[in-house]
Structure formats: structure tokens, C-alpha cells
């Protein structure tokens, strides 16, 4: 039953997360029209479109997917409510390889490939974090509740027998 749940909550997490995705980057193409394209886009379309991005939408591309990293991983934390370091894990690797996907077909400057995937990472790190904070590992806390239980318990009979 738990793993149903586990890959649950990283369907329900990459799920958000491409949606997010497709919204960023249909913000950007809004945001940023294609100039004279009218027909089908191809590698080399795409790659005049890129080269000829200003840095404004560089940037919104880079924090879109970081949204896409905070938001899927949240989400696979909350459905989940356990592993929360896999779920966040897989949820930015994914992001990150469609990104990296991305820099392979089309020719990106260095500075964006660089920065995505640092900011993916530390994005995953910072949403990690949060969703330990905000108490989403209900394994690990019924875990330590048990510790620390019988701990007590444990302390009690060795007070009760002095």
C-alpha cells in the first residue's frame, strides 16, 4: 500500500509539474513572440527563436522551472507524506532532464544551461527543506514519536524501581 501511495504522489507531482512547465514556456512564447513564423518549428526555427531571446526571457524561463521543481515536489510531499527527499528528488531530476533535453536540441547560452541547473538544484534542496519543516513525513514523525515513547516508558520503570 505504501508503494501504490509513493508512486501515487510522484504521478500526481510530475503531473503538476509538466503542467507548470507548459504554462512557463507558453508565457514566454506570449511574452516574447516569434517574429515572421508562420509555419511548422523546427530545429532551426526554434534555434533562431532562442538565439534571439533577450534576457528577460531567460530569466522567466529559469524561474518558471524552479516553480515547476517547488510546486511537483510539493505536491508528491503532500500526497505522499513519506520519502520526502525521493519525492522531491525525482520530481527535480525530471524537470532538470526536460530542461537539459531542452539545451541539447537547441543551441542555449551557457549562462542559462549553468544557472538552471543550479537553481533547479538549490530549488529542490529549499523545497525539500520546507516540506521537512512543515512536518510532511508522517513515517518518520510516527517513527520518532515511537523513540521517544519508549524512551519515557523505558525511563518510568527505571524510576519505579528505585
Not at 14 to 26: G, I, R
Not at 100 to 124: C, K, Q
Amino acid at each position: 500500500m505504501a508503494s501504490l501511495r509513493r508512486v501515487r504522489a510522484l504521478l500526481v507531482g510530475m503531473v503538476v509539474a509538466f503542467v507548470l512547465t507548459l504554462v512557463v514556456e507558453n508565457m514566454v512564447f506570449r511574452f516574447f513572440p516569434a517574429e515572421n513564423q508562420t509555419g511548422e518549428w523546427t530545429q532551426e526555427t526554434m534555434a533562431a527563436y532562442v538565439g534571439g531571446l533577450p534576457t528577460g526571457a531567460f530569466i522567466l524561463m529559469i524561474v518558471g522551472w524552479c516553480l515547476c521543481i517547488f510546486a511537483g515536489g510539493m505536491m508528491a510531499c503532500l500526497v505522499g507524506l513519506q520519502h520526502l527527499a525521493h519525492m522531491v528528488g525525482v520530481v527535480t531530476m525530471a524537470v532538470l532532464a526536460g530542461s537539459v533535453a531542452n539545451f541539447v536540441m537547441v543551441d542555449y547560452p551557457r549562462w542559462v544551461v549553468i544557472s538552471t541547473v543550479f537553481a533547479g538544484l538549490i530549488t529542490g534542496l529549499l523545497t525539500y527543506s520546507l516540506a521537512e519543516k512543515l512536518g510532511l513525513d508522517r513515517e518518520r514523525q510516527a517513527a520518532e514519536a515511537a523513540q521517544t515513547k519508549g524512551k519515557k516508558v523505558r525511563g518510568q520503570k527505571a524510576s519505579g524501581a528505585k
